[in-house]
T-cell receptor, first 115, second 113 residues
Framework: AQSVTQPDIHITVSEGASLELRCNYS??????LFWYVQSPGQGLQLLLK??????LVQGIKGFEAEFKRSQSSFNLRKPSVHWSDAAEYFC?????????????FGAGTTVTVRA | NAGVMQNPRHLVRRRGQEARLRCSPM?????VYWYRQLPEEGLKFMVY????????ESGMPKERFSAEFPKEGPSILRIQQVVRGDSAAYFC???????????FGPGTRLTVT
């Protein structure tokens, strides 16, 4: 079964600084990969996704992520963080080409932005 | 185009009562997924449904939990005889047929007292 690891439980970053959130997955087949963001008490909003093609994908709110097959990673980055980026971020993986579309989620990384 | 709707947003039940959580997928979406989020944890898959069919319920507890997605109306996640350990946020997601991107609702936060 696929699994997703987000090694960092909590990250604090200064406003305007860069941000990188790590995500590692474990699965033999071709994965499809997502990053979601969850603000307190809210649902999940899709930031970006990777299915195939260019391994650097652009998302909303200035986020990007890079798929590295050799490292089984899909790290999320943002060059300059805004206070509104404080939230919890989840990496998720599914199995491309199967008939089962369920996603496996990492435990999440909480991002705190300090002024 | 309205997003995925879930109601109620907050639900309080006493131990032993039943909880019914509703999910209306986005218009045109025929796949529904239910996930549970326990405190300090990520989302865990529970069940995947298409209209009138349960496709995968491998994440559902064997007892007390059931889900349906009827031909008409919302998808329902039903928890019978709730216990304190059922307290969690329950999220519904939907996707179009044969498409991988899932859109999430705002969740129902169940508290069992």
């Amino acid at each position: 079964a696929q699994s997703v690891t987000q090694p960092d439980i909590h990250i604090t970053v200064s406003e305007g600084a860069s941000l990188e959130l790590r995500c590692n997955y474990s699965y033999g087949a071709t994965p499809y990969l997502f990053w979601y963001v969850q603000s307190p008490g809210q649902g999940l909003q899709l930031l970006l996704k990777y299915f195939s093609g260019d391994t650097l994908v652009q998302g909303i709110k200035g986020f990007e992520a890079e798929f590295k097959r050799s490292q089984s990673s899909f790290n999320l980055r943002k060059p300059s963080v805004h206070w509104s980026d404080a939230a919890e971020y989840f990496c998720a993986v599914g199995v491309l080409g199967s008939n089962d579309y369920k996603l496996s989620f990492g435990a999440g990384t909480t991002v705190t932005v300090r002024a | 185009n309205a997003g995925v709707m879930q109601n109620p947003r907050h639900l309080v039940r006493r131990r032993g009562q039943e909880a019914r959580l509703r999910c209306s997928p986005m218009k045109g979406h025929s796949h529904v997924y239910w996930y549970r989020q326990l405190p300090e944890e990520g989302l865990k898959f529970m069940v995947y449904l298409q209209k009138e069919n349960i496709i995968d319920e491998s994440g559902m507890p064997k007892e007390r939990f059931s889900a349906e997605f009827p031909k008409e109306g919302p998808s329902i996640l039903r928890i019978q005889q709730v216990v304190r350990g059922d307290s969690a946020a329950y999220f519904c997601a939907s996707s179009p047929m044969d498409f991988y991107e899932q859109y999430f609702g705002p969740g129902t936060r169940l508290t069992v007292t």
